[in-house]
């Protein structure tokens, strides 16, 4: 694939008819509206209450934690066996 800058691409949207440049300004606006939906929505939970922290977007790893140590058997087999 071509590695294209953002220099070249305002160059070729310059050269678009205007019904195609307002056509590309919706798109970016929805995309734009995506990210800073997540990104609002963040700070509506951190200021409620409902989250310690503040990350900067919700695509970050949901799986960065460390495992709690427990003895005895593993949690795994207590529920199969309570389901039974």
Do not use: C, F, H
């Not at 939906?37 to 970050?60: F, K, M, N, P, V």
């Amino acid at each position: 694939m071509t590695n294209v800058t953002l220099e070249q691409v305002l160059q070729e949207v310059k050269t678009l008819p205007p019904d195609a440049q307002r056509q590309l300004r919706d798109i970016l606006d929805v995309w734009l509206q995506e990210n800073s939906l997540e990104e609002r929505l963040e700070q509506l939970l951190y200021e409620a209450g409902l989250r310690s922290d503040r990350r900067t977007s919700l695509s970050g790893s949901r799986w960065d934690y460390t495992p709690v140590a427990i003895k005895g058997k593993p949690v795994s087999e207590t529920i199969i066996e309570e389901r039974r």
